[in-house]
């Protein structure tokens, strides 16, 4: 059976983390979440992974599967993250509301500043997230509500700014922030989407576009056993990311 759209997302997402070795992968979203499991328990076996709270895992835990006493391979307080965060030993891949050309992400509020149009999370932890630890990103769904001119509010700093900027992952494509002056760049497109389709659900323009943009990996047969067999059996994926 061939790779579904939201078993590409995964691997695209656990790809973030090649190379990163021993730091706390941090995950938000199912894809991203299965993607750091992933990575842990092929090419990245040396990432720290959790149980979704303050347990560090002797391994990548399925999805909705609850630690046991067994599963524990150390405890994470909050004092204990935070110092991760700020000695830049951990990488994150975190939501956005909105993103600009430059990687600002707001997670904020909508609308004008004075009188904003909806209330949502608030900053939270992106201003520390993006100045002091590695910061991805994953998209759910490829959208101009998400991919916009300029922010509404500015909660994680701009690729220029950040620790280390490294990719956005959506449902159609994989960016990164090496365009002209740090700008969002068009690293890859899903299999099945196309170009012209990632640049109209884009509300700026995208570096690389205008050349020859290579399609996103597939999951090999190991990673789709893994994906389909041991880290999601009940399909949550195929629900953030449909086929």
Do not use: K
Not at 54 to 68: I, N
Not at 79 to 88: I, M, N, P, S
Not at 130 to 153: A, C, G, I, L, Q
Not at 199 to 214: I, K, Q, S, Y
């Amino acid at each position: 059976m061939a790779a579904t759209r939201a078993e590409v997302c995964a691997v695209a997402c656990a790809e973030a983390w090649r190379g990163d070795g021993e730091v706390l992968a941090a995950a938000m979203g199912t894809c991203s979440v299965l993607g750091a499991r992933l990575a842990r328990m092929t090419f990245e076996p040396g990432l720290l992974t959790t149980d979704g709270g303050a347990l560090l895992t002797r391994e990548a835990l399925p999805l909705g599967r609850a630690a046991g006493p067994e599963d524990a391979e150390g405890w994470l307080p909050f004092r204990d993250h935070l110092w991760l965060v700020l000695h830049g030993r951990r990488h994150v891949m975190m939501g956005a509301s909105q993103l600009d050309r430059f990687g600002r992400s707001n997670i904020s509020a909508i609308g004008p500043w004075e009188r904003p149009d909806r209330q949502l999370l608030g900053v939270r932890g992106a201003p520390g997230n993006t100045r002091s630890n590695p910061t991805s990103y994953w998209v759910p769904r490829h959208s101009r509500r998400v991919f916009v001119p300029e922010v509404d509010m500015v909660s994680g700093v701009a690729a220029a700014d950040a620790h280390g900027l490294r990719r956005v992952v959506t449902d159609l494509a994989v960016l990164d922030f090496g365009g002209p002056g740090g700008t969002a760049r068009l690293v890859s497109v899903h299999p099945g989407a196309t170009v012209r389709e990632v640049l109209d659900r884009t509300g700026f323009d995208l570096a690389g576009a205008d050349g020859e943009v290579p399609v996103t990996r597939e999951p090999t047969g190991e990673e789709l056993r893994l994906l389909r067999e041991v880290l999601d059996p009940g399909g949550l994926r195929d629900r953030e990311v449909p086929a």
